[in-house]
């Protein structure tokens, strides 16, 4: 039988005690100046009707002066879309290289030529099937995972694997073992523009997450600065927002200093987050049953192997509060399953399933433990003998930080014998 969901009461125990204002010293200050949350970021929509009439004009323009330098071999093409097939495929892709150069059609036309001839060079359309190696890269270093509130598809990175020295030796070594990882991370690039719709009005660039805990800054600098220099000279416009994760206090200071010699538009596509604020910040662009348990989430590695997830419910636990999350309607014999996570973690949780008849005894099905930030999602079920319902308890009484939380559950009802 189909699994069905009961109804839910939420039910939080106020702090009484009124906690007083904490001053907050100059590092502070600076962290939460450069710390970027908001959505306002909206990226181009690709529908031609909605250009000014110069961009429109630059479009044309651009398309004419690729057909002449292309002359007799005018079937150019990138991710599988012929540049001057007259489609809208085409339109978004020549759109790119115009915004990335500010619609002057000299740049941008050096721009969309040397990246073919990189393309060519790089054998870049045939690196999506090729098999790399570094299976022990992937589901770490640079992976694609689920997608953000608005369809686009979520990239994650994190180089602090290579904080150990035999790691970052086999990965980085030599010259030859270097160009295959940049290989590699093109590769995981190409695979999430697969994801992309291409076409105007829909989703046309990728989310970039970038974990900085434990990254060695000074010997993956190379690294760093060649898959920079490629994604920006041959990917334009093809993220729509960078997140940094677990940034460290120097970087955020760093980012404060050159802030202000940023565009707008530029500023408004980072996101800075501190340790300690990940979940609290994913779940705002990211739905939890889609962000990494790593981070807070629901999400495990093969969780999105047979098709979207099963949708999460968000709530919030404020600092000395106690939240009570009442599952009511479970019948007899049938069987409730739950998963919840809290971000940060580092307070007590417990279980227990409350029978409807009088005089039964309340069951503690997980008795209250103190769970810590490097724990992942809870994940239980319960075979309820007798109605009743199911209390999933979050205390946090004995902090003033706000935890943001998520949580999902299933009721499969007992099989009836005929």
């Known amino acids: 039988m189909e699994p069905s969901q009961s109804p839910l009461t939420f039910q939080q125990t106020p702090n009484e005690a009124s906690s007083k204002p904490t001053k907050k010293n100059f590092v502070t200050s600076l962290m939460e100046v450069a710390t970027l949350r908001s959505p306002s970021f909206r990226e181009d929509t690709y529908i031609t009707s909605n250009l000014k009439s110069s961009e429109t004009k630059a479009l044309q323009e651009l398309k004419q002066s690729l057909l002449k330098v292309s002359g007799s071999n005018g079937g150019e093409s990138m991710w599988g879309v012929n540049l001057l097939g007259g489609d809208d495929k085409a339109d978004v892709i020549l759109l790119k290289f115009l915004r990335a150069r500010d619609f002057k059609v000299v740049d941008a036309l050096a721009m969309l030529q040397k990246c073919l001839v990189w393309r060519k060079e790089f054998r870049a359309e045939e690196v999506v099937d090729e098999s790399l190696g570094f299976k022990e890269l992937e589901g770490v270093v640079a992976y694609m995972h689920g997608y953000d509130k608005q369809g686009h598809p979520v990239c994650y990175n994190a180089y602090g694997v290579f904080k150990d020295k035999e790691m970052y030796e086999k990965i980085f070594g030599d010259d030859e073992k270097m160009k295959k990882f940049l290989r590699w991370r093109v590769q995981v690039l190409e695979r999430g523009i697969k994801l992309l719709h291409l076409k105007p009005g829909g989703v046309n660039s990728i989310i970039q997450v970038t974990d900085l805990k434990d990254m060695p800054k000074r010997e993956l600098r190379d690294a760093s600065n060649q898959i920079l220099s490629l994604f920006q000279d041959n990917y334009p416009e093809m993220v729509a927002r960078k997140v940094f994760v677990n940034v460290p206090w120097y970087f955020s200071m760093l980012y404060s200093m050159v802030s202000p010699f940023l565009t707008q538009r530029t500023k408004s596509k980072f996101v800075i987050v501190k340790e300690g604020n990940v979940a609290e910040t994913l779940y705002k662009f990211i739905k939890p049953e889609y962000v990494p348990t790593q981070y807070g989430g629901l999400s495990q590695p093969s969780d999105l192997e ?113």
Do not use: Q
């Not at 029978?355 to 992942?376: L, M, Q």
């Not at 004995?398 to 099989?415: E, I």
């Open 306 to 418: 047979n098709g979207p997830p099963k949708p999460a419910s968000e709530f919030t636990v404020k600092g000395g509060e106690k939240v009570n999350l009442e599952i009511e309607g479970i019948e007899g014999g049938a069987t409730i399953t739950w998963d919840l996570v809290v971000g940060g973690w580092d307070l007590d949780y417990s279980a227990e399933f409350i029978p409807n008849a009088e005089g039964s005894y309340n069951i503690a099905v997980e008795k209250a433990k103190r769970i810590t930030p490097s724990e992942g999602p809870v994940h239980n079920s319960f075979r309820a003998k007798e109605a009743g319902k199911m209390v999933l308890s979050v205390d946090n009484m004995g902090s003033r930080k706000k935890k943001v939380a998520a949580y999902r559950y299933f009721v499969r009802k007992a099989v009836r014998e005929v």
